[in-house]
């Protein structure tokens, strides 16, 4: 076990339950995110950004979504429309264009990432409550749980897009922890993104990191209890 700046972080030649056993430690729930966490999204959701943003003139590179990567999707429409404004289309109409386009893309090609149906397993076998938490329309988040087949295994999800605050509130978590009708500082929150993170503990749960590679060093993602490169990790 490596501490950096109070943040715990996994590694590759742990081999026993140790570092698990703390991770879940008075845990009695685990509530996770989706784009990113649950579901390797964010390559189609870049994708989906830049052929409709093409479509109101604004071309945009992988760097230029990476940028906006974790914001609620109104946000991200908002800042592109700041940054180059379009003409002839209004942003809810950008807005739904986006989400056909995602959506598609997701019934094509959404896949777990690394770790998850582990994970989920573990839980399960632990018997504790899941939960999802996701900054997406929940018409996104039923189109994923079905296409890996994980619908059933979850005890409750949800969108911040039904809450008055969208991540980085807590809102959404602290939902979810109610309906499954465990305390928040008895969840265990699963997330990729720093606004994630920073909801995750304004809900005053535990919150496990799981960044992108690209990103894995950077600081601020120490923010988190615990900081992990994949979620076998978690499930090992």
């Known amino acids: 076990m490596t501490f950096r700046s109070g943040c715990r972080s996994f590694t590759e030649s742990v081999k026993d339950n140790q570092l698990l056993n703390e991770v879940l430690k008075d845990i009695k ?5 989706m784009d990113g966490l649950l579901v390797d999204s964010e390559p189609h959701w870049q994708q989906a950004e830049m052929e409709v943003f093409k479509r109101v ?19 991200v429409l908002h800042y592109w429309f700041e940054q180059s404004p379009w003409k002839g289309k209004s942003i809810p109409e950008v807005e739904h264009e986006l989400f056909e386009e995602i959506s598609r893309l ?15 397993k573990m839980a399960k076998e632990k018997g504790l409550k899941i939960g999802l938490a996701s900054a ?15 619908r059933h295994e979850f005890d409750f999800y949800h ?3 039904l809450e008055k605050n969208n991540k980085p509130h807590p809102d959404v978590y602290l939902t979810v ?6 305390p928040i500082t008895e969840c265990l929150i699963l997330e990729d ?3 994630g993170i920073k909801g995750g503990k304004a809900s005053g749960a535990r919150v496990v990191a799981v960044p992108d590679a690209h ?22």
Do not use: Q
Request: a negative charge; aromatic letters at 8%.
């Open 29 to 33: 729930a685990i509530i996770f995110d």
């Open 57 to 75: 003139g604004v071309e945009l590179s992988l760097e230029d979504c990476i940028k906006t990567t974790g914001l609620p999707t109104r946000d």
């Open 106 to 120: 997701l019934k094509l090609h959404a896949a777990a990432m690394p770790g998850v149906y582990e994970t989920v």
């Open 136 to 150: 997406s329309p929940l018409f996104l988040i039923e189109i994923v749980l079905e296409k890996l087949d994980l």
């Open 159 to 161: 969108s911040a897009t």
């Open 177 to 182: 922890a109610r309906h499954l009708h465990i």
């Open 193 to 195: 993104s720093y606004n």
């Open 215 to 236: 990103v894995f060093d950077d600081l601020k993602f120490d923010l988190a209890d615990f900081k992990i490169r994949s979620l076998i990790e978690l499930s090992n």
